[in-house]
């Protein structure tokens, strides 16, 4: 058996010495980094030879890659590094990493050629100023050879261990069990539905019911596909915390079946939940966790890879009795992970992760998409980007006295946008190309700054940087897709600032090719209807697969009750106040137990949980506040106890309208007094003239469909099992429409009014 391995990957495994350090940052973004290329690449004879495929084996290793160039008139082998801001700041063992690889370039191509000897260099090209710096040296392929079979040494061992773990994990999972005693009902189908589209190699789409067990019953599938489709990890995305902690219970749960199952499962988190010393700075000279970072990662990478679940708590104590960053920890684990349980963004992002660790290392990966309704949303807001004038003006008077300049002029651009608006609200149809200059030459001086003054990098200057690069990033990828326009609002004195936004509102284009690159795809969730509309804004490959899982839950276990003498409409919301109190009190009284109540807004609930408290004292409340904490949030859930008794006020597609799990008596029902429509404002208005240019269903696609299914998702808190009963009340005489019946599960009976 041989092991693969990417020039970059072998190289940042026996290379990397010294301090973690982040000075030297930030780096060019991606389409930087490629446009870079392009450009050095252009600047060569016609006989260049770009992007040069090589490969070559050491004992079982496989090693293989792209050279960047060959020039094979000058027996010249080039590795180009694009940069910005001052060369000379770039630590030693940065450019020690990259002569590792281009050395190990140079070996390969002297062996695929038969070379006695090659001159190597490593460009490193200015984003800014388009200059090249070129450092070059010549080598004997004897010299290069021994320096490639010294890396290989160094990480033969490491390979002959994951070999060894893919081995057991392969053969164990083959003949794994199903952690329980039986599948629940449409559980075993929608596993078949997860396991047939791995082995076809399609994406997937699978509407189950929520209480299914849909966590276990996409994850087992998958582990058992693991060796017949030569799987190299799995990844499960999760909108939320809940999710990432139900997928790691769920993963417990097989790893406590099956003792002998060689599985590493790694939990990703955000850099400020993992972050020791969120009061220092990413590099030796401030943090002692990334000095000697890399001297001490050999031994907490062999030490976390003997924990099976390195959850966030369990990572966090390998990396500190190894005396290394925990986030960066579990940034080098995702290597080395079967089964990484990570928030959306971690692949579908610009720069995410786990995407571009897949195409550099050329993995097979199935994915997971937990609560998949949420990735529009999500998906939006990832391509999308806004900069706020009061931002700027406020820099303007703090910044240093370099970056004053550029920041006015940055202004002074923003002020004569200001000539085109007539309304505080207008979209455009073209983007901003001025002020785009403008805000180009304001960030390229930001970052010349801090590769200069790297302590710097904190606080709102620091924050303004990243939004401008976000903007610009956004506004290379502007097309039909995407909505420009600018909101106004007064400013202190007689001059008015304002919000740029670069709002995207159709995500395909960007999520398509990251479902399309896995082996499979599977996005699942209980509300996935109407099809179309997913399909449309997720950019689905045409052959995607669709199962609607059949619910194992009968009509009469669940009271759905459309409640249309009362209307939720904003003007008829101070008249709905006393019919939804009393609603609430007659059903409490006639069957005492636990409720959530959902509302459109923190305004209407408290408005109604005011007039119940006012009028029903004896009925105990609680209600969800703005800005809710983790433990604030548990603390509310916990208000639901088997042997409790109350009503819990909610926002409708807020933190407890999907994820939380509330099984038995500890609710009994729900009142849902909106249909979950986005707010009426510019924004979604012009969200939704775009809909209909583009899908023909302007209103059901920016209101009327991910309304419906907050709704949905918010009823499916009730019933968990096969054993619960419960009431689901919907509240607004628009649930009778047929348009809106026909978007409710099917296996809801909504024919009792009251």
């Known amino acids: 058996m041989s092991y693969t391995v990417a020039v970059r990957a072998l190289c940042e495994f026996t290379a990397k010495v010294g301090d973690l350090d982040l000075r030297f940052t930030p780096s060019p973004s991606a389409q930087e980094g490629i446009v870079g290329h392009r450009t050095v690449a252009s600047r060569r004879s016609a006989h260049y030879q770009n992007e040069v495929a ?65 001159d190597l260099a490593l460009v490193y090209f200015d984003i800014v100023g388009e200059q090249e710096t070129p450092v070059s040296q010549r080598f004997e392929a004897s010299e290069l050879e021994q320096f490639f079979n010294q890396q290989c040494a160094l990480f033969l061992g490491w390979a002959e261990q994951q070999m060894h773990q893919r081995e057991a994990r392969d053969s164990a999972a083959q003949t794994l069990g199903f952690p329980h005693d039986e599948f629940r009902p449409g559980q075993r ?43 190299d ?36 988190v955000a850099r400020d939940k993992a972050c020791e010393h969120p009061d220092k700075a990413c590099h030796g000279d401030s943090c002692l966790l990334a000095k000697g970072f890399y001297e001490r990662l050999p031994a907490a990478r062999i030490a976390a890879a003997k924990v099976r679940l390195l959850d966030q708590r369990n990572l966090r104590e390998v990396a500190l009795a190894h005396q290394v960053c925990p986030y960066y920890l579990s940034q080098e684990m995702a290597r080395w992970s079967d089964v990484v349980v990570a928030d959306y963004n971690y692949y579908f992002d610009f720069g995410a992760l786990l995407f571009g660790l897949a195409q550099l290392n050329q993995w097979r990966v199935a994915v997971l998409v937990d609560e998949a309704h949420n990735l529009v949303e999500r998906g939006r807001s990832m391509y999308s980007a806004s900069l706020d004038q009061y931002a700027l003006k406020t820099l303007r008077d703090t910044a240093p006295e370099v970056l004053k300049k550029p920041l006015t002029r940055l202004n002074r651009e923003w002020n004569a946008l200001h000539k085109e608006q007539i309304a505080p609200y207008q979209a455009y149809a ?21 590769n200069e003054n790297p302590d710097s990098l904190n606080g709102d200057l620091q924050t303004f940087y990243f939004e401008a690069l976000q903007f610009s990033k956004v506004a290379e990828l502007f097309n039909e897709h995407f909505i420009f326009d600018i909101s106004k609002r007064q400013a202190s004195g007689k001059r008015s600032a304002s919000q740029l936004s670069l709002r995207n509102v159709v995500p395909a284009e960007f999520i398509r090719p990251r479902l399309s690159a896995a082996r ?29 899982v059949e619910s194992p839950f009968k009509a009469e276990q669940l009271q759905v009750r459309i409640v249309d003498r009362i209307s939720t409409r904003f003007v008829h919301r101070q008249a709905s106040l006393a019919p939804i109190v009393e609603l609430i009190a007659e059903q409490f009284s006639q069957q005492p137990g636990n409720y959530l109540a959902f509302f459109s807004s923190f305004d209407y609930l408290q408005q109604v949980s005011q007039l119940l408290a006012e009028r029903y004292p004896q009925i105990t409340l609680w209600q969800q506040s703005r800005g809710m904490s983790e433990a604030e949030r548990q603390k509310f859930l916990d208000g639901f106890t088997q042997h409790s008794q109350g009503v819990g006020f909610a926002v409708l597609g807020g933190a407890f309208g999907e994820g939380i799990d509330l099984p038995g008596t500890r609710l009994i029902g729900a009142f849902i007094a909106t249909l979950g429509l986005a ?8 969200i939704k003239l775009r809909m209909g240019a583009i899908f023909g ?52 009976s909504t024919n009792r009014r009251l």
Not at 70 to 99: C, F, I, M, S
Not at 430 to 450: H, I, N, T, V
Not at 714 to 719: D, E, N, Q
């Open 233 to 268: 990890k799995v990844f499960f995305l999760t909108a939320k915390t809940p999710g990432r902690k139900l997928a790691l219970d769920a993963a417990q749960v097989l790893l406590d079946s099956s003792p002998e199952l060689a599985l590493r499962v790694l939990e990703m």
């Open 697 to 748: 269903a302007g209103y059901d696609y920016t209101y009327l469909y991910p309304g419906i299914q907050k709704v949905v998702q918010a009823a499916g808190r009730v019933i968990r099992s096969q054993q619960d009963q419960g009431v689901v009340m919907l509240i607004d005489d628009r649930f009778s429409e047929q348009r809106v019946r026909q978007l409710l599960p099917r296996w809801w």
């Open 430 to 450: 073209e983007k901003p190309d001025k002020l785009l200059q403008a805000l180009a030459l304001c960030a390229s001086a930001m970052g010349d700054y801090f």
């Open 54 to 118: 090589l490969e070559g084996e050491y004992q079982q290793l496989k090693v293989r890659g792209r050279a960047d160039g060959y020039d094979p008139d000058r027996n010249l082998l080039e590795e180009v590094k694009t940069y910005r801001g001052d060369l000379d700041a770039q630590p030693a063992n940065h450019r020690q990493l990259h002569w590792a690889q281009v050395k190990v370039y140079g070996w390969l191509m002297c062996q695929t050629l038969g070379l006695g000897e090659i």
């Open 679 to 686: 707010q009426l404002n510019p924004v979604n208005e012009q």
């Open 520 to 548: 499979s795809s599977v996005l699942f969730s209980a509300t996935l209807s109407p099809r179309h509309y997913y399909a449309d804004l997720l950019g689905l490959p045409v052959d995607t697969a669709w199962v609607d």
């Open 189 to 231: 189908a929608l596993a078949e539905s997860v396991y047939k589209a791995v082995s076809t190699g399609r994406c997937l789409m699978a509407q189950a019911p929520t209480g299914i067990g849909k966590t276990v019953g996409t994850i087992f599938p998958m582990l058992k596909a693991l060796a017949p489709q030569r799987l």
